[in-house]
């Protein structure tokens, strides 16, 4: 079955650094990767998916994420957070069943803090 | 164009009475999904549909959850009864096959029962 891990619960970086989230996941082929933003108190929205061709990606709000096959990781990154950044990020992996059911596993999240 | 609608977004209820949640998709979609959302647990796939025909129920917790979609643009999720743990946010999903199953969250019912 496949599988996502997380493996940092809390972040926190000061406004203007750079940021790096991690995301592995466990799948015997290549799933499709999702990474979702939830501020609190709001639905998930999406900052961007891989499904296939050119291993970065790019997504809204400046951020970019990487799938590397070999690490089986899709790590989110920002070059500069700002502050309205703060919420919590899952990342999520789409897999197909043989009987064609679809399954979107998420991820615990890593929630980000930044501070002035 | 509007996104996922939910309602309502905050139901506080006593143990045992029966809570409906209902969710309207994203226009011109056809697959439609349940999660549900805890502290502990994280976001688990209750329950979801493909063209209004339940596909993979397996997430139901038990007998006391239901869930129906009638028509394309309208699904509800039943708890009769409910209990204390039935508590957390319950979000609706919806996405178009063939865009390789993007899903698009709703805002969630947030759930109290007392």
């Known amino acids: 079955a496949q599988s996502v891990t997380q493996p940092d619960i809390h972040i926190t970086v000061s406004e203007g650094a750079s940021l790096e989230l991690r995301c592995n996941y466990s799948y015997g082929a290549t799933p499709y990767l999702f990474w979702y933003v939830q501020s609190p108190g709001q639905g998930l929205q999406l900052l961007l998916k891989?499904?296939?061709?050119?291993?970065l990606v790019q997504g809204i709000k400046g951020f970019e994420a990487e799938f590397k096959r070999s690490q089986s990781s899709f790590n989110l990154r920002k070059p500069s957070v700002h502050w309205s950044d703060a919420a919590e990020y899952f990342c999520a992996v789409g897999t197909y069943s043989g009987a064609g059911s679809y399954q979107l596993t998420f991820g615990k999240g890593t929630k980000l803090s930044v501070i002035p | 164009d509007a996104g996922v609608i939910q309602s309502p977004r905050h139901e506080v209820t006593e143990m045992g009475q029966e809570v409906t949640l209902r969710c309207k998709p994203i226009?011109?979609?056809?697959?439609l999904f349940w999660y549900r959302q805890t502290m502990m647990r994280g976001l688990e796939l209750l329950i979801y549909?493909?063209?209004?025909?339940?596909?993979?129920d397996s997430g139901m917790p038990e007998d006391r959850f239901s869930a129906k979609m009638p028509n394309a643009s309208f699904s509800t999720l039943k708890i009769q009864p409910s209990e204390p743990r039935d508590s957390a946010v319950y979000f609706c999903?919806?996405?178009?096959?063939?865009?390789?199953?993007?899903?698009?969250f709703g805002p969630g019912t947030r759930l109290t029962v007392l």
């Open positions: 549909f493909n063209n209004n025909v339940p596909i993979d």
């Open positions: 891989y499904f296939s061709g050119d291993t």
């Open positions: 999903a919806s996405s178009f096959r063939g865009e390789a199953d993007t899903q698009y």
């Open positions: 226009s011109g979609h056809n697959s």
